[in-house]
């Protein structure tokens, strides 16, 4: 029940504190939109890279290396 109350005052405070923000800066939902994308676009360009920097045998099980 005591994490149910502090969950619920967490909850609270950050609407709170979220809707002050939107007073203070109207456009922020599209800002938070607009930083959400280049993140979710920075991570799919990190995660190409480091598809790219692998050796073949790593990128693919069905390959046998001859030594």
Same mark, same amino acid.
């Given at each position: 029940? @005591? !994490? #149910?109350?502090?969950?619920?005052?967490? @909850?609270?405070?950050?609407?709170? %504190?979220?809707?002050?923000?939107? @007073?203070? &800066?109207?456009?922020?939902?599209? #800002?938070? #939109? #607009?930083? +959400? !994308? %280049?993140?979710?676009?920075? +991570? !799919?360009?990190?995660? &190409?890279? =480091?598809?790219?920097?692998?050796?073949?045998? @790593?990128?693919? =099980?069905?390959?046998?290396?001859?030594?």
């Amino acid at each position: 029940m @005591e !994490n #149910t109350d502090k969950k619920g005052c967490l @909850e609270d405070q950050f609407q709170e %504190m979220l809707d002050k923000a939107r @007073e203070l &800066y109207p456009d922020i939902d599209d #800002t938070i #939109t #607009t930083l +959400n !994308n %280049m993140t979710s676009q920075t +991570n !799919n360009l990190q995660d &190409y890279l =480091n598809l790219t920097h692998q050796m073949p045998a @790593e990128t693919s =099980n069905n390959q046998i290396i001859f030594a």
